[in-house]
């Protein structure tokens, strides 16, 4: 494909200021406060976002618990509730490419990606919860002949949602399809990096004919406006995606606050296991290398670990030279672009400590490496080999395109060092023995494994993870039992 400048055009043309949307309208912050929208991969100052604090937080609150009390979102007729969620699924579909192109242009993602994957996934999420809400059935227990026990799931009432802007409109769907489709009202706080997508996605629900008040916006600092969601007393649960340390403060705050639930989608150090009776190691490279360069390695489930058995690391580290030579790595806008630099200078300087580390215990760099400077925010995919099993690079999330290698003596030191780890979030094995690969299943401990592929995902199937990756489940159809609540009724029939 040859570049079309158009996109490049368009974004050195972009300007948006965002506010904050609450009740159906925008508003600006009740201080007045803003802060600048960088588009990163420019280096340029393309807004202001109001900047929302406890105030706004709880004039947004008291909107959606106004609506959520009155019933007119929660008590509609079902088949009236999908009609307008297929709407704006529809809506969604239909501002795919200037969807696409906010969250592009706010987290430096390539354009490609954004408009293949992160708008038609995210609308496809919205029309899958779409479709649940009349075919979700409640329950009758077995109770005796003279009484009749029902098990029906409430809504919870509130919701806070505070997201990542690593994937920000995917993930905020997975919050919104099965919040709103059981009848919750919710508040997201997307990442100051990565306000426009939500912005424009509650917008479009509103649109679609959403009640004003059912999903509402609250751009700001974690410190402030998402503190402010996760202690609110009329918050009934927090969504959380993002990072450990935040997700620990996530959950002080419920405690400290109304005991509201706390979901945690965290991070992961996922491995990718290849085992010496894998054949097709052409195949495995480039799956492999795709599991940690997608999105620069901003992915939470990036398979950021090789663990490889030795006799076949040097056929299998020639694959991935090969299979670099042709990715294309550069431009966010040039349609062609596989890779491109990451989302702020703060995680470059992150990722750079890490490079930083190379070389201070016989780490090697098989490619890349490099860090950068000033305004580049392009890291090299980069490979590096002879890390130590108990290393700051082999145990922390490096959230950038860093993959580490770590050799194994036979399956069972595999095994061992692929579950070695404090997360659980995913994890892979290479093995052309179906037997072998399901019995290693089975004892890897993650929340999503893939046998002879990765990032095999859908709206159908759960994602979440074990330990330190967090709790809970976004997607499928158990997520709506995470936005709900078992409720019984005793009628006795005597
Ligand atoms: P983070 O602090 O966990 O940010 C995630 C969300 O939480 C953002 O909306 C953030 O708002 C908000 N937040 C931050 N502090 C908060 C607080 N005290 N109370 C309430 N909300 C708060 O993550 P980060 O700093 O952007 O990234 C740090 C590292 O986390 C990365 O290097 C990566 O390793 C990991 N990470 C993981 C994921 C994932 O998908 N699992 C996603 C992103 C990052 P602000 O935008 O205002 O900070
Ligand atoms: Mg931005």
Redesign the pocket.
């Known amino acids: 494909m040859s570049e079309q400048p158009q996109w490049r055009k368009k974004a050195s043309e972009f300007k948006s200021d965002a506010k904050i949307f609450i009740d159906g309208s925008f508003f600006d912050a009740a201080s007045g406060k803003t802060f600048d929208n960088i588009s990163p991969s420019q280096n340029k100052v393309i807004g202001q976002i109001a900047s929302g604090d406890v105030e706004d937080v709880n004039r947004a609150v008291a909107s959606a618990k106004k609506v959520f009390d009155a019933g007119t979102w929660r008590d509609m007729n079902p088949r009236d509730k999908k009609a307008i969620m297929l709407r704006w699924a529809q809506l969604l579909g239909e501002h795919r490419e200037e969807l696409a192109f906010l969250e592009a242009i706010d987290t430096g993602r390539p354009i490609s990606d954004a408009l293949s994957v992160d708008a038609p996934n995210s609308t496809r999420v919205i029309q899958w919860y779409a479709e649940t809400i009349d075919k979700t059935y409640d329950e009758i227990a077995p109770a005796p002949r003279n009484a009749l026990a029902m098990i029906t799931r409430e809504p919870l009432g509130v919701i806070g949602a505070?997201?990542?802007?690593?994937?920000p409109m995917m993930?905020t769907s997975w919050k919104l399809g099965p919040a709103i489709a059981m009848g919750n009202s919710i508040v997201v706080?997307?990442?100051?990096?990565s306000s426009l997508s939500a912005l424009k996605m509650a917008e479009l629900a509103v649109a679609a004919g959403l009640p004003e008040g059912v999903f509402n916006v609250v751009p700001?600092?974690?410190?402030e406006a998402?503190?402010a969601?996760?202690r609110h007393m009329d918050v009934a649960k927090i969504a959380?995606?993002?990072?450990?340390?935040?997700?620990r403060?996530?959950m002080a705050?419920a405690a400290e606050s109304n005991m509201k639930q706390v979901s945690l989608?965290?991070?992961?150090k996922s491995p990718q296991v290849v085992l010496k009776d894998c054949t097709d190691l052409e195949a495995a490279a480039s799956t492999i290398a795709w599991a940690i360069y997608y999105n620069a390695g901003?992915?939470?489930n990036a398979g950021s670990r090789i663990i490889v058995e030795k006799e076949i690391k040097e056929e299998l580290f020639a694959h991935l030279h090969k299979f670099l030579e042709s990715f294309k790595v550069g431009n966010q806008f040039d349609p062609a672009t596989q890779m491109a630099g990451l989302v702020s200078n703060l995680?470059r300087d992150?990722v750079n400590a890490y490079l930083d580390l190379i070389g201070h215990d016989g780490e090697k760099v098989i490619f890349g490496g490099e860090k950068t400077t000033g305004h580049d925010l392009l890291i090299q995919p980069t490979l590096i080999d002879n890390v130590k099993p108990d290393s700051r690079l082999a145990q922390e999330?490096?959230?950038g395109p860093v993959l580490v290698a770590i050799d194994a003596t036979d399956e069972d030191d595999a095994l061992r060092l692929a579950n070695a780890t404090e997360y659980g979030l995913a994890a892979s094995v290479w093995t052309n023995n179906i037997a072998k690969a399901h019995k290693f299943a089975r004892k890897l401990r993650a929340g999503t494994v893939w046998v002879n592929t990765f990032d095999m995902l859908d709206v159908i199937t759960p994602f979440g993870g074990f330990g330190a990756s967090g709790s809970g489940r976004d997607k499928s159809l158990h997520a709506i039992d995470a936005y709900s609540a078992l409720k019984t009724t005793w009628v006795d029939l005597n």
């Open positions: 505070v997201v990542p802007w690593n994937y993930i706080k997307p990442a100051e990096n700001g600092r974690g410190s998402g503190q969601l996760a959380f995606t993002g990072s450990g340390p935040t997700g403060k996530m705050y989608e965290l991070g992961g901003q992915t939470c995680q992150r999330e490096i959230f």
